[in-house]
Structure formats: C-alpha cells, structure tokens
C-alpha cells in the first residue's frame, strides 16, 4: 500500500456580486470552485485540489504561504 502525502496549499475565498463565495488556489492554475457558503466552497475546494493534484502529478513549489496584505494605492 502507497503511503499519501499531505499537502498544504493556500486559498484564497473571494465572494462574487451574486453573494457567491469563489475558492481558488494560486498555486495549481485552473484550480478552483465555488459555494454559497464558505464551508461550502472550502469543503469543494479540497475535492478540486484532489483532483487537480492527481490529474497533474503535481509536485508543489517549495514555497510557504505567509500572508496576505491589502494594500491602497490611490490614482
């Protein structure tokens, strides 16, 4: 039996006009999902990364999500 890995990605949730809420992962192009909640579309988002993972052989960058920053720039 082949032991799984176990991988940490970072998602990012933004919610749409229509109140939905978008999941997608930064680090797998194409990779995400949606819901009406949040759980909802955490809950979609690791099936999406399953199989985006499986499909691709993934191998994931050896880089660490830190943070995330809003910044304002005026124009």
Do not use: H
């Not at 933004?14 to 194409?30: H, M, N």
């Not at 759980?39 to 199989?51: H, N, S």
Request: with cysteine; net charge positive; aromatic share 8%.
């Amino acid at each position: 039996m082949q032991k799984k890995k176990i991988y940490n990605f970072a998602v990012l949730i933004e919610q749409d006009s229509q109140g939905w809420f978008v999941a997608r992962v930064p680090d797998i192009q194409g990779c995400y999902t949606q819901g009406k909640t949040v759980q909802q579309a955490l809950e979609r988002i690791k099936e999406a990364i399953q199989v985006c993972v499986e499909a691709d052989k993934l191998q994931p960058s050896d880089l660490k999500f830190v943070g995330l920053q809003n910044v304002e720039v005026r124009v």
